[in-house]
């Protein structure tokens, strides 16, 4: 089935590792080890779909620059939708990089975390962000402020990890002037974001994205 590879600027995964592997046109490589997890020498990572590919790099290969592969195999095991593990992937051919705005990947962390947390002040700021209400540096800081506050009165939860890391997103993307600086940070915590939703609950990823952005994702083979 058709799936997608992200590698870095010369086509490496793990690169300077002893585990590097090189990919390309064509190019096929097997997983070596007999570990059961998915992070382990038992899978090749992959996703099922490009823009997950390029939503989630920050917080797994978080390469960059980086290439993106369309790439065939069969899926072995999932983390939900947020990537899968294969015995076998072929890397066909590298592809363009879909553009994801700084509005749809705070909107995708805004709208992950919906899907699981519905306390009625956040659901408010969510969705005064959503119809482009406020959207201010300000609210946005006072949210990260006050999520921050919670976390160090005890345990970090799943949850308000969520929470934190939209109310981080948010704040660093609401101000464009320093969208060149805060970018990567805010890609971080948006990752960071899908990430610790997907594990409170799987939720349908590619759906949200699709939704954020009118993008169909392609049928598998």
Known sequence: MKLYKITNIDGKTRAGEIN??????????KATGTGEELCSDGFIHAYEYSYI???MNPVHGNYNPFLLWEAEGDIAIRDGQIKCGCKELTTIRQIPIPILTKEQIIEIAIRCAMEVYIEPSFVQW???WLYN??????TAAAWAVREWAVAERGWLTWELSVRVAVAEAAMWGAEARTWD???SVTKSWVAAAAAWVNNIRKINLIQIIEQVTGVKNEPLD
């Open 20 to 29: 590097e592997i090189k990919w390309g046109d064509g190019v096929t490589h």
């Open 181 to 183: 600086v805060a970018e």
């Open 53 to 55: 590919a390029v939503l």
């Open 133 to 138: 209400v406020d959207r201010t540096i300000e």
């Open 126 to 128: 969510a969705n005064n």
